[in-house]
Nanobody
Framework: QVQLVESGGGLVQPGGSLRLSCAASGSIFSVDTMGWYRQIPGKERELVALIAKSGNTNFADSVKGRFTISRDDAKKTVYLQTTSLEPEDTAVYYC???????????????WGQGTQVTVSS
C-alpha cells in the first residue's frame, strides 16, 4: 500500500504563515510529481502548487509570490510554505503524489486525507 500523510494545518491570522508537510510511505518504487490542492465546501478541488521530480514548479495565480513548494526525495516528502495568508486561503488542503508502487508497472495518483487551514482573526 501507499499512504500520504499531511501535517501542519491549523488556525492562523491574516498575514500569517503555515508550513504544510506531506510524507509518502509504503511499498514505493518511485515518486514523480507531487503537489497540493485545496477545496472549499461546495466547490471543486483546485490546484495550489505542483513540483516535478526535476524541481520545476507550477502555482495557481492566486498564490504566486506568497506560497512556495519544495520536496525532499530522500524523505519522500513535499512541503508547502504559505505566507501572507488571506481569509480566502481557508480550505482543506490535500496532498497529491504520482507514485509507482513496487508491484505496479505504471504510476498512479494518490491523495492524502486533507488538512484544514483556517485564516481568520
Amino acid at each position: 500500500q501507499v499512504q500520504l500523510v499531511e501535517s501542519g494545518g491549523g488556525l492562523v491570522q491574516p498575514g500569517g504563515s503555515l508550513r504544510l508537510s506531506c510524507a509518502a510511505s509504503g511499498s514505493i518504487f518511485s515518486v514523480d510529481t507531487m503537489g497540493w490542492y485545496r477545496q472549499i465546501p461546495g466547490k471543486e478541488r483546485e490546484l495550489v502548487a505542483l513540483i516535478a521530480k526535476s524541481g520545476n514548479t507550477n502555482f495557481a495565480d492566486s498564490v504566486k509570490g506568497r506560497f512556495t513548494i519544495s520536496r525532499d526525495d530522500a524523505k519522500k516528502t513535499v512541503y508547502l510554505q504559505t505566507t501572507s495568508l488571506e481569509p480566502e486561503d481557508t480550505a482543506v488542503y490535500y496532498c497529491n503524489a504520482r507514485v509507482r508502487a513496487i508491484w505496479m508497472s505504471v504510476s498512479n495518483d494518490y491523495w492524502g486525507q486533507g488538512t484544514q487551514v483556517t485564516v481568520s482573526s
